[in-house]
């Protein structure tokens, strides 16, 4: 294979990868048809357990937001409507909102309950990234 073919097979290999797993910087909106896909999507996940009419959720949704912009590469980052998603709620036991769930291989791994700064999900994500 010359040079010219061996680039041609590199740039194409990259450009599969970013289809197949692209980098989204904002947080994607979940239901219980897609979650599974989406925690199995990248090697860790946050998923925001939310409502519309819960001002804490409110309050912790631009900490979200900026997670997933600063972390999109490696993080897949969603936000899960508790109203709408009943059937997940109850499997992962959400009693209180907002609640932060966090993957490591589409396994739960740890959580966060209630309204906390940015700078706590993002050490508990560190941690979870380990």
Known sequence: MDEV????KEKLEK?????????IKKPVEITENTFNDFITRK????????????MPCRI?????EKIAEEYGDKVAVGKLD???????????????IPTVLFFRDGHLVDNIIGAVPKHVLEEKL?????
Not at 5 to 8: C, L, N, T, V
Not at 88 to 95: H, L, N, P, V
Not at 126 to 130: C, D, L, P, R, S
């Open 82 to 96: 508790v109203d709408k998603n009943r059937g997940i709620a109850s499997k992962f036991g959400i009693m209180s």
């Open 43 to 54: 090697k860790y996940a946050i998923i925001d357990c939310w409502a519309a009419w819960c």
């Open 15 to 23: 450009m599969m990868k970013r289809v197949r797993n692209p980098v």
């Open 5 to 8: 073919e061996r680039i041609k």
């Open 126 to 130: 560190k941690q979870v990234m380990g």
């Open 60 to 64: 912790i949704a631009p900490s979200i």
